[in-house]
Antibody, heavy 121, light 109 residues
Framework: QVQLVESGGGVVQPGRSLRLSCAASGFTFSSYGMHWVRQAPGKGLEWVAVIWYDGSNKYYADSVKGRFTISRDNSKNTLYLQMNSLRAEDTAVYYC??????????????WGQGTLVTVSS | EIVLTQSPGTLSLSPGERATLSCRASQSVSSSYLAWYQQKPGQAPRLLIYGASSRATGIPDRFSGSGSGTDFTLTISRLEPEDFAVYYCQQYGSSRGWTFGQGTKVEIK
């Protein structure tokens, strides 16, 4: 069955960096677009970024553009999110999620359980 | 960026009642790219509806979606105890960004 397991969350000071990872299994990772979606404590869902199945295209929410980078290693079945210049408002649970297709034209069908990132001094 | 506005913020209903949730977009959304998700406390979201009106695998037929253009609706025909949760609409498949509405909480009256 499809499994997405995030790691790398924790407490980080404002202005610092953090890299999240998402280990995928149970499906052909290189055939699907992948997303990061976040949820601040007690708040709604916010889409963060998407990467196409082959890594050729990436799109970002305006709130993270220029600070976050999504990437993938299809040989390792792993998705990444490099987060730089972190701000307090980036505090959230970060979900790794699988698109229903290759290039983000399908809804998200599978989600990980999330990893909490707390930005605080 | 397309902004999705959901209403009401909270819906207080009893089991067995009908729930009608609204999602309004700031500009026209292709019906092919409008989805609804359910989220329960402490859990990841679950896909309910895609393409505005198609139920995802395993979703009971008491859930239905409709709408086009800028106005979309999720209807739960008869609320079961397990349906009390938060519901989000989402537009996807656009290079302008994938966005979620702010959510509607369906709570027990």
């Amino acid at each position: 069955q499809v499994q997405l397991v995030e790691s790398g969350g924790g407490v980080v000071q404002p202005g610092r960096s953090l890299r999240l990872s998402c280990a995928a299994s149970g499906f052909t990772f290189s055939s699907y677009g992948m997303h990061w979606v976040r949820q601040a404590p007690g708040k709604g869902l916010e889409w963060v970024a998407v990467i196409w199945y082959d890594g050729s295209n990436k799109y970002y929410a305006d709130s993270v553009k220029g600070r976050f980078t999504i990437s993938r290693d299809n040989s390792k079945n792993t998705l990444y999110l490099q987060m730089n210049s972190l701000r307090a408002e980036d505090t959230a649970v970060y979900y790794c999620a699988r698109d229903g297709g290759k290039i983000g034209l399908k809804p998200i069908g599978y989600w990980g359980q999330g990893t909490l990132v707390t930005v605080s001094s | 960026e397309i902004v999705l506005t959901q209403s009401p913020g909270t819906l207080s209903l009893s089991p067995g009642e009908r729930a009608t949730l609204s999602c309004r977009a700031s500009q026209s959304v292709s019906s092919s790219y409008l989805a609804w998700y359910q989220q329960k406390p402490g859990q990841a979201p679950r896909l309910l509806i895609y393409g505005a009106s198609s139920r995802a695998t395993g979703i009971p037929d008491r859930f239905s979606g409709s709408g086009s253009g800028t106005d979309f609706t999720l209807t739960i025909s008869r609320l079961e105890p397990e349906d009390f949760a938060v519901y989000y609409c989402q537009q996807y498949g656009s290079s302008r960004g994938w966005t979620f509405g702010q959510g509607t909480k369906v709570e027990i009256k």
